[in-house]
C-alpha cells in the first residue's frame, strides 16, 4: 500500500525540541521530492518546508527558518523534521505530503499532532 | 509570498445542489493551481491539479476552472460525502494555501 506515516509528535515545553519522522512505503521514495505541513487546531494549512528527491534542496517558510531542519534518508525511505526553539504557535498537525509530477502534494500522511506548552 | 484568498468562508448547500467555490491568487499563478478536500479528523487529499485536472479516483461531479490569479472548484450535485473543507493551493515557485471554505449541509 502507498502511504506516508509520521511519528514523534507530543508534548515539549517553549524552547524546547522534537524529531518528527515520516515513513515511506508502497512507492520509491527517492524518485520524489516531499514536504511537511503543518495545521493549528481549528485552523487552516500552512506549508513548512520542501526538499528535492536527493535532498540536495531544501526550503523553509519563514516562520520557522533557523529553527527547523528538514533532512531524508533514502536508504531507509524516510523523512525527518527536527525542530527547535519551540513556541506556542508551532502547536499543530505535522503531515508529510508527497510532491507529484509538478509541485502540487498528491500523498498525505495523517499527521503527528505538536504541543507546545508549559 | 502570493497570498491565496477564498470565498466565502463557509457555503450552505443542500444535498444534489451545486456548489461553486472560489480561490483567488494576489499575483498571477498561470495554472499551478490545487484543490485538496479536508473532512474531520482526516488528512487533506487532493482532488484537483493543473487548475482543471481530476487527481486519481475523483469523481466527476468535481471540477476544476481558471487560470492566473482567478479559480473556480465547482461540484455539480453535492453528495453527503461531499460536505468538508476545501483549500485551494499554489504551486508557482513556492506554496501557499488558502484559508479554506467549509461546505456544510444546509
Known amino acids: 500500500e502507498v502511504q506516508l506515516v509520521e511519528s514523534g509528535g507530543g508534548l515539549v515545553h517553549p524552547g524546547g525540541s522534537l524529531r518528527l519522522s515520516c515513513a515511506a512505503s508502497?512507492?520509491?521514495?527517492?524518485?520524489?521530492?516531499m514536504n511537511w505541513v503543518r495545521q493549528a487546531p481549528g485552523k487552516g494549512l500552512e506549508w513548512v518546508s520542501y526538499?528535492?528527491?536527493?535532498?540536495?534542496?531544501?526550503y523553509y517558510a519563514d516562520s520557522v527558518k533557523g529553527r527547523f531542519t528538514l533532512s531524508r534518508d533514502n536508504a531507509k525511505n524516510s523523512l525527518y523534521l527536527q525542530m527547535g526553539s519551540l513556541r506556542a504557535e508551532d502547536t499543530a498537525v505535522y503531515y508529510c505530503?508527497?510532491?507529484?509530477?509538478?509541485?502540487?502534494?498528491?500523498?498525505w500522511g495523517r499527521g503527528t499532532l505538536v504541543t507546545v506548552s508549559s | 509570498e502570493i497570498v491565496m484568498t477564498q470565498f466565502p468562508a463557509t457555503l450552505s448547500v443542500s444535498p444534489g445542489e451545486r456548489a461553486t467555490l472560489s480561490c483567488r491568487a494576489s499575483?498571477?499563478?498561470?495554472?499551478?493551481l490545487a484543490w485538496y478536500q479536508q473532512k474531520p479528523g482526516q488528512a487533506p487529499s487532493l482532488l484537483i491539479y493543473?487548475?482543471?485536472t481530476r487527481a486519481t479516483g475523483i469523481p466527476a461531479r468535481f471540477s476544476g476552472s481558471g487560470s492566473g490569479t482567478e479559480f473556480t472548484l465547482t461540484i455539480s450535485s453535492l453528495q453527503s460525502e461531499d460536505f468538508a473543507v476545501y483549500y485551494c493551493?499554489?504551486?508557482?515557485?513556492?506554496?501557499?494555501f488558502g484559508q479554506g471554505t467549509k461546505v456544510e449541509i444546509k
Open positions: 508502497g512507492f520509491t521514495f527517492s524518485f520524489y521530492e
Open positions: 493543473g487548475a482543471s
Open positions: 499575483q498571477s499563478v498561470s495554472r499551478n
Open positions: 505530503a508527497r510532491a507529484g509530477t509538478d509541485w502540487f502534494f498528491d500523498l
Open positions: 493551493q499554489h504551486y508557482n515557485n513556492g506554496w501557499t
Open positions: 526538499t528535492s528527491s536527493s535532498g540536495g534542496t531544501i
